[in-house]
């Protein structure tokens, strides 16, 4: 097989065979093929697309280019939550406890943040001495035992989507559909979980910006998913404004916290309470939405919910008083009111969710670079949010900070609002649900 055969064969738009799929990733990874002749490639998927069978054959090779995680040791229905990362997405902090508590197995891998969005690992991070990076045998000992445990990535896992993604990043290639979904999932099948719930954001500030390029990639995920037998169902949801209220991360741990207890905002809590529901049902727990859904209320109210996180906490090396006393997180020096100075009543009409997640950044909330340390204290907490009524002189949003870019931020946060003298009706957070 020559690779300049497969290249052709791609740029005419003809379907690629299995055998050759592997052959391109097979040699790509061990050195064989070079950057050049896969970036040739890569750009005619991106025009030409994939089929069904191509991108399902693309993720397996992938998957088998590393290591994957076997889950067989864990008794139970396994079930993984995965999303493609928002602004203030702190839904698998509330989401993994919940689903535990109503016995389903959370074995679950997370990511860092990297640029407006942030990551679960460095929300979980943020609580003193929360340790990520703990063995396999721990790992599945801790799952079978309490239900849940969130690491991160170990680093042999699909070594071939790590190259093809640098290199797509280079060559104006990380906008294919078959692209991402094959790279999300090879992820999320070597992590081994029988079922599979995606969220999928939509809106400025996540990766896709619209719902035809976000139902595209749902339902290419689903079909890979369900191709390779494990249960998958994606939901779109929308990321036209922040999640929740607050950015930054050891002030998304309190209202994640907050939430487990009951008390969170409004939009966020119907989110987890959604995805609780949609994982009982797909892992077989539940037979329909109302069981399921009086299922996750009574472990919010009867606080085993917060338990199972505190239990991950205490389990994982961390500190869980913090569930009850929040100056274990540390907190910024200062905390700056951002205020609305109109002189007539308004609206909140638009919270553009990227600018207030790079305001976040530039406190020091996220990093722009991989090596960058981030600043867990730090970072915005809305007050006000779409359809919300604004008064003269109402703090819009709290600004907590170490000095870092202060200045920039507020800027950022008022550029970042837009508001109407009509009323503002609130959309709903679930968007479409790809099965
Ligand atoms: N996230 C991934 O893991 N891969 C992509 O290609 C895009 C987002």
Known sequence: MRMIDLILKKRNNEEL?????????EGYTNGQIPDYQVSALLMAIYFNGMTNEERLNL??????????INLSKIKGIKCDKHSTGGVGDKTSLVVGPLAAACGVKMAKMSGRGLGHTGGTLDKLESIPGFNISISADDFHRQVNEIGIAIIGQTANITPADKLLYSLRDVTGTVESIPLIASSIMSKKLASGADNIVLDVKVGEGAFMKNIDEATKLAEGMVSIGNLANRKTVAVLTAMNEPLGCAVGNSLEVIEAIETLKGNGPKDFLELCIYFVTEILIVCGICKDDAEAHALVEEK????????????MIRYQNGNQNVINDYSILGSAEEIIEVKYFGKMPVYVEKLDALMIGEAAMLLGAGRETKEQAIDPTVGVVLNK??????????VIAYVHTNGKNTTNAIEMIFNAYRFNNKEITKTNKILKVVR
């Open 17 to 25: 065979t299995k055998e050759e799929i592997h052959f391109i990733i």
């Open 59 to 68: 993720t397996i090779a992938m998957l088998k280019s590393g290591e994957e």
């Open 300 to 311: 919010i109210n009867n606080g085993e919910g917060l338990n199972k996180l505190a239990e």
């Open 385 to 394: 949010k779409i359809g919300d009524k604004v008064l003269p002189d109402d």
